[in-house]
């Protein structure tokens, strides 16, 4: 019912930007709370940003407050994470993924969400 698509990922330089985007298909996408994870080998995933169906409220992991901002175009069925001043620890696997319809506020666990995307290599070289 919900399928999710990330791209924007990519090598960049410690200190560089990088965008990813997350499109959306299936039901009304403002239905829909969304968040950004990540994972590296050996770990679990993990929280980098949540934002609510109407984008009015958004959370972040204390590793990325600062850098990184979550937002979200309702009209085009996107979920963008711009990431700014990047460090080496943020390399890993992002995953975009979304509640089931009609969930209110933010979700910062996993467990939280239904569908999920296939993930795009964010590498950041020091």
């Known amino acids: 019912q919900v399928q999710l698509v990330e791209s924007g990922g990519g090598l960049v330089q410690a200190g560089g930007s990088l965008r990813l985007s997350c499109a959306a298909s299936g039901r009304t996408f403002s239905r829909y709370a969304m968040g950004w994870f990540r994972q590296t080998p050996g770990k679990e995933r993990e929280f980098v940003a949540a934002?609510?169906?109407?984008?009015?409220?958004?959370d972040y992991a204390d590793s990325v407050k600062g850098r990184v901002t979550i937002s979200r175009d309702n009209a085009k069925n996107t979920v963008f994470l711009q990431m700014d001043s990047l460090k080496p620890e943020d390399t890993a696997v992002y995953f975009c993924?979304?509640?089931?319809?009609?969930?209110?506020?933010?979700?910062?666990?996993?467990?939280?969400?239904?569908?999920w995307g296939q993930g795009t290599q964010v590498t950041v070289s020091s």
């Open positions: 934002i609510s169906r109407s984008g009015d409220s958004t």
């Open positions: 993924a979304s509640t089931a319809a009609g969930y209110s506020g933010t979700f910062a666990y996993a467990s939280a969400y239904n569908y």
